[in-house]
């Protein structure tokens, strides 16, 4: 067969342009091999190929090289061309695809959920022996309507809408439509239009001029193809509704005393009653490191690929035929479904009793079905590792991997040693694989369950991974295990937050085309159209603490800009290394932080280093040789010496680079300090101007490259609509290289991103963006009416524009105020946590406002646990709540 590529695309002396593609004659992917496209003259390229007539199909995109350097490409999506029997010669007409402007509606929530299309009814099967076939992109067009064509051809329809043609959706977004080309001659005008699917009437013109069509005569056995337009849309602002939840949180009546995956398959039903079209919850990863309820934390998983145990749906998975223990977990599960919050150690334990039991019972079966062996396949790469370290943790009875003897070093073959069936591990190890098969499928199972019904379930991938995890594990020189990640002071926390995940060899990740992330987002794409990316600025820059701490003030910026001491200097500071650097404390500040424990703290744990000054003893010179001080005996008198003593540890005005060593890093918040308020008046304006330059100019440029090196080409290898979490000390180029990559960022009315402002203004939110009224880390919407009565009211009289004295609690009406003020912002997203959508009816939200918070970030030993009050088949049944959040979106024009 002959195949002619043409695209007009105009270059400058010394560019080419090259074609690579699924086929050998293409270099089957590979740049290098690439084939070079010949210049014709007035912007147009052209290749010519003969291919096999075994050929099925190709795919191919084009490429920009200047010096033998790959300059430009298109966008990812490929040129695709069916190659049939009837036709000899193709010749394809091209229009280099460009990143859309609306790329959201190219994600697999509106492809695959929001706007699925159906195969379509109406494709044309043309028997000619000259074919024209005409594809357009049109991601924004609406379940039940199609994309038509018409011009002025009788063939078209003559600009009749009535007779315009329909096109095929098989390949959404993207629509075709083949054309019989003896009965169309050349040039034509034609343009695309909206209809009814089944109705065929006219919904909408595209914008723009007619269309016109230039092409040579076809030949005998000729098929003609046009590819890579866009329609030309001019719509309103496509904005919609949903729910966050994290999904241990949900309750039904089947529930083990914890959301689980059946609770969410359920939980679509609710959502979409209500009108809304979205599902975001908590990451579900595993997270079992203790074996207790500090395992509750859903952002320090063990693995980025497996599901947490505690998620399958017993009722789902089967019964025991064993009546008498089939009857203790009946029991069991109504005991523990009463319970108001998350057991989490007794919920995991009988919930893994009982997978055990079934195990035995049907595991063996399950085991050797194709289904199973097709998931086995599919995932061994990480499924046999992540066995293998559960089964060495519960071995061990540790998570750190440097205690495991002779297997603190990951071996891949002792790991497929342990994986075959006469292992002395392969009973845990067979279990393993069970319950992960068992989570993928009842998690597949409500993924297809919520596209089925348009619901798009929004997955959230946290920054760090636990640094005792699988992956840090078998995959070491991915991290940096001398640091601990975390974040600085903000509204959430005055002394920062440390996670204590390791830090990221960005080096090395970059250096295999971040692969490691890739495979991350290829994972949470077989559940989720949509994804949050947790604390999106550490694709700029992390907040990296040194491991001897506990608290998050002392850490620092990486990668970042350290200053010399002579840029320091050059400020107007005098930099006394020793004086700056060093941890110490005034004795003038000692009954400020112990009170009446001065003088005990004094002779017990300081050491004088001056007449003045006092630093702390060897026993106690660290955050965390405090915290082992302190960590077994805990009541208010210890809690409040221990705290004194992390803030002398923390009194620096600057800190050493790990790497540089003669370069310095100002220390954040350092005006809250005692140190700071001991220098001279001069000294304070210079180390000022050297504070504001550093955080809020010196890194702008250098962590926007940081950003669009990482995140450009992750974006680009999922089809998952991407949101961040873009929350904190925001550098100044984030929302430029957000809105770049088109990544919807979070907006809060309570955490303003503008200085100056005590409230965001909802009214001119961006588009591409997540509106919400609070999430899993501040304090549900009730309960922050309560923490500051005077911001309360001013926020009462000047955002809600109301007189008088504000309530003493948030009332249904005014919940339901600020439900609408959110849901009529332009953001694209406006996702409620339920427990706010909760606070606009009395007949369901709970009287206990304060046990809605699910999680305290200043506490880093914080118990996840919290709970819906009511079961979803109640909340299906609140007939008065349901009809105010019907009410409110139908009026905010969200769909």
């Known amino acids: ?40 003259g007035d912007g147009n390229w052209q290749l010519r190929l003969e291919v096999s007539p075994s050929v099925k199909q190709i795919e191919y995109r084009y490429f920009l090289s200047e010096n033998n350097q790959q300059m430009v490409e298109e966008w990812e999506k490929n040129h695709r061309i069916i190659l049939d029997k009837q036709s000899e010669i193709y010749t394809l007409y091209d229009y280099w695809q460009t990143r859309p402007d609306n790329v959201a509606f190219y994600s ?81 005008e034609y343009k695309f239009l909206v209809v009814e699917t089944h109705t065929r ?94 395992d509750s934390y859903p952002y320090s998983a063990i693995s980025i690929y497996a599901l947490h145990p505690m998620y399958i749906s017993l009722s789902w998975l089967g019964n025991l035929t064993d009546r008498e223990k089939a009857s203790f977990f009946e029991a069991k599960q109504k005991e523990l479904n009463n319970n108001p919050f998350v057991d989490y150690e007794s919920v995991v334990k009988y919930k893994n009793d009982y997978c055990r039991l079934f195990f035995e ?23 046999k590792p992540y066995a293998a370290y559960s089964y060495f943790r519960d071995k061990y009875n540790t998570t750190d991997f440097s205690k495991w003897d002779g297997d603190a070093t990951y071996s891949p073959t002792r790991i497929n040693r342990l994986c075959r069936e006469n292992s002395e591990a392969w009973a845990e190890l067979s279990f393993t694989f069970f319950q992960q098969y068992v989570l993928h499928t009842q998690f597949k199972s409500v993924a297809g369950y919520a596209r089925k019904n348009g619901i798009v379930l929004k997955g959230d991938i946290p920054i760090g ?88 003030l002392c850490g620092h910026f990486n990668p970042a800009l350290p200053l010399s ?76 010496i221990r705290d004194g003593l992390y803030a002398i540890a923390n009194e ?28 001279s008046n001069s000294d304070r304006y210079a180390f000022d101007r050297l504070y504001w330059d550093f955080f809020y100019r010196r890194h702008n440029d250098f962590w926007k490259v940081q950003a669009f090196k990482r995140l450009t080409p992750l974006i680009a290898s999922t089809q998952m609509l991407v949101c961040g979490e873009d929350l904190g000390m925001i550098p100044e180029s984030v929302p430029e290289v957000m809105n770049k990559l088109q990544i919807l960022s979070l907006e809060i009315e309570r955490m303003p991103k503008e200085p100056g402002r005590e409230f965001s203004d ?75 959508w909760f606070g606009m009816d009395d007949t369901v939200k709970q009287r206990n406002y304060e046990s809605e918070r699910i999680n305290e970030p200043a506490n880093p030993t914080h118990y996840w646990r919290y709970r819906m009050h009511v079961t979803i088949e109640d909340l299906m049944k609140a007939d008065s709540l349901n009809k105010k959040v019907i009410s409110i979106i139908n009026e905010s024009g969200r769909k």
């Open 108 to 188: 697999s929530a509106f492809t695959k959920s929001l706007f699925a299309h159906p195969c379509n009814p109406y494709e044309r099967i043309v028997q000619s022996r000259k074919k024209l076939i005409i594809k357009v992109f049109a991601p924004r067009v609406d379940k039940n309507q199609s994309v038509a064509i018409t011009g002025n051809r009788e063939l078209l329809g003559d600009w009749q809408p009535g007779k315009a043609l329909v096109l095929s959706c098989d390949t959404f977004p993207e629509w075709s439509i083949e054309l019989d080309a003896e009965g169309i001659d050349c040039p034509f």
């Open 465 to 552: 991974v636990n640094r005792n995890s699988v992956e840090v594990w078998t995959e070491p020189e991915y991290f940096n295990m001398n640091g601990q990640t975390g974040a600085p002071p903000d509204d959430f926390s005055t002394v920062g937050q440390n996670w204590m995940f390791p830090t990221y060899n960005w080096v090395n990740m970059e250096n295999d085309g971040f692969n490691w992330w890739r495979k991350r987002f290829k994972k949470l794409d077989d559940y989720f159209d949509s994804f949050r990316i947790d604390h999106i600025l550490g694709f700029f820059r992390i907040w990296e603490i040194p491991e001897e701490f506990v608290q998050g």
């Open 201 to 294: 009437q006219l919904c909408y013109w595209e914008s723009g001029d007619n269309r016109v069509l230039h092409l040579m005569p076809s030949q005998e056995g000729e098929t003609i193809c046009i590819s890579g337009l866009c329609f030309q849309e001019n719509l309103p602002l496509w904005r919609t509704t949903g729910t966050v939840i994290p999904v241990f949180s949900l309750r039904s009546e089947n529930s083990f005393g914890v959301g689980d995956l059946r609770d969410l398959h359920l939980f679509v039903d609710w959502v979409k009653q209500t009108g809304q079209r979205i599902i975001q919850v908590l990451p579900v990863n595993d997270t079992t490191a203790t074996h207790t309820w500090m």
């Open 565 to 640: 001491k002579e840029e320091i200097e050059h400020y107007g500071m005098e930099f006394n290394e020793a004086r700056l650097t060093t941890a110490h404390i005034n004795r003038q500040y000692l009954p400020e932080l112990f009170g009446e424990w001065a003088d005990k703290v004094k002779n017990t744990y300081l050491a004088q280093s001056s007449s003045n000054h006092f630093v702390l003893k060897p026993f106690c010179d660290t955050q965390k040789k405090i915290r082992q001080l302190f960590e077994h005996e805990v009541n208010d008198d210890t809690v409040y």
């Open 361 to 383: 019972q049907e595991g063996k079966y399950l085991l050797e079905t194709p289904e199973y062996q097709e998931f086995f396949s599919a995932n061994d790469h990480w499924l």
């Open 652 to 679: 620096v005005l600057f800190l050493r680079d790990p790497s540089l060593k003669d370069r310095f890093h100002p220390r954040i918040s350092a005006s809250q300090s005692c140190l700071y308020r001991e220098l």
């Open 1 to 40: 067969m002959k195949i002619t590529f043409n695209i007009n695309f105009y270059t400058v002396w010394g560019q080419k342009l090259y074609m690579v593609g699924s086929i050998p004659e293409l270099g089957t992917w590979q740049t290098g091999l690439a084939k070079e496209m010949n210049y014709i």
């Open 762 to 836: 909802l009214e001119n939110m961006p588009y591409l963006s997540v509106c919400t009224t609070s999430t899993h880390d501040m304090s549900p919407l009730r309960n922050w009416w309560k923490e500051d009565q005077e911001k309360t009211q001013r926020y009462y009289n000047d955002v809600l524009q109301r007189s008088g004295s504000a309530p003493e609690e948030c009332s249904s009406d005014v919940a339901r105020q600020i439900m609408e003020n959110h849901l009529n912002t332009p953001s694209m997203l406006a996702i409620i946590p339920l427990q706010d």
